[in-house]
């Protein structure tokens, strides 16, 4: 820019003429050179087609080469993961040798896990040693647990799995076994060595010791006591016998199981041991109420009863205080003796009656026939006093008799502590009556030994009704002997053994008026002292 700058306008004006001519100076110049040099042009053109055909044939192989090279890759990575498996295994395997002797005692581990469980029993450091094992499982397996990537859940390595499971089924065992060795006659050092192994089991297994423990020590004594009781109890004693046998083994096991257990446990086990003493007590509850009805005698009911509440009594320093519990099975017990005496006297005098007014129905012919029969026990064997009622008096009539003032003066006089009189003889003239009286002095004296206040009212309204049944069954016999007497009357014969037997009834129920009913509500009253009032309705 600067050169042409520098020169003149008429310089400027022939500058497109010099480089025009300067520009066909060169053409020729080319066109000289090219005819001068056309063979090299055309070795030129031969090299450039030349180059191009080698440049296409070089195409192909790069892409064949390429296509090559992607199999290779894939070759490459498969062998590069073989190579590092390969080479992962060496070094597994070259640290296995390494820790070849922790390895083997790892792997022995369950067999010396079930070693110990099996002579747990002969020793107890067996035990001590099997529960380091397991403690020992427990850290390896949570030292080798880990989380992967594609799993939420902890994986563990196979080996140590494995091991892990064979320990537990070892645990398992070495648990039953202590558990066992409980309900065997273990003594309280040994109890306590037992639950600090399943206190240190609970901790491996979550188990329950505490609940376990007086199970297991009620299974003993009730495997005790059920062996006892099949084996003498049902075959070869008596239910008394029976009954004091497992009152005296509830008590002695009871406490020894209880004092354990609170030794063992203190104060943390109160509610199972409650929860186990009142089970105990509710079996011993129902087997007193399926065993005592066996017992007939009532000295021996007296002598359970007291037993019983002192059993009850004395476990109320572990809070089972359970007295209440036993009262209605003796007050049921005592009913049912009591009472059955009383209805079966009533039932056998009523049968006597009827087999009575049976053979007086019958004319001499057919009781001449019946000689070979049992003659019925006579009303009365002997003629009425002077001053006995006849026809016409009220308890001859099944009415309320006249002895009641009898009986109210007789329950008055009476005191708990004085001594009854014996019963009339007079009775000995009544057959029917004596043996009334008899089996109904049976049932009191059975009450005497065992008379709950509680039956009082219940016993006394019973006795009235028995009493109220043998004056209507005299009531109907004399009723069924007059109806007998009038149709024998008006044909004109038996009319004198009617009023032979009309009479007898009457002398009876005298009889069942002045003696029998006092003698009974003074007996009723001895049992229950201070208890006039109730005689007195009882008459």
Known sequence: MLSLASLGLARLQDEPLRLEDEARAVDEA????SLDQYRVFIVNQDCVRHMKLKGADMAQHIRALEEGLEGLAGGFTTFQKEAAELLAGHRRNKQTLAHHMQLVELLEIPQLMDTCVRNSGADSAFAEDALALAGFTQGLLARHMRTTDGSSEPQVPAV?????????KSLRSLRSRMLASLRGNASLA??????????RLELLQLSSSATATPHQRRRRRSSVADADGRARGRGHLSPYS????????CRTHWFEIATQFRAIFGADGDAALASWLARRVGAFAALLRAALPLVEDAASVRSLLEQCMSFAASMGRLGADFRGLL???????????????????TRAFQEGLARLAKASAHSSAAARSNAGAAPPLPLCVQKAPLGTPRAGSGAANGERWGGRDT???????????????????????YPL???????VVAGLNHLRE???????????????????????????HRRALRSAGGSGGSSGAGGGSSGSSDDAVGVAAHAMAAHVVPHLAACFCHIFAGGGGAAHDAA
Not at 160 to 168: H, Q, Y
Not at 190 to 199: G, H, T
Not at 242 to 249: G, H, K, N, Q, R
Request: charged share 15%.
């Open 30 to 33: 080319l066109h000289d050179l």
């Open 160 to 168: 140590i799995a494995l091991i892990a499971e064979e320990v537990a």
């Open 190 to 199: 040994s109890c306590l060595q037992v639950v600090s192994c399943l206190r």
């Open 242 to 249: 029976y009954l004091v046998d497992v009152i005296e083994t």
């Open 327 to 345: 009262v209605p099975a003796f007050e049921a017990a005592v009913w049912n003796g009591v009472t059955a005496q009383w209805r079966s006297a």
């Open 407 to 429: 009986a109210a003066a007789a329950a008055a006089e009476c005191d708990g502590d004085a001594l009854l009189p014996p019963p009339p003889l007079s009775l000995l003239n």
């Open 433 to 439: 009556l004596a043996h009334f009286f008899n089996d």
């Open 450 to 476: 065992c008379a709950p206040l509680s039956l009082e009212a219940g016993l006394r309204e019973h006795l009235a009704l028995c009493v109220d049944a043998v004056c209507e069954a005299l009531a109907a």
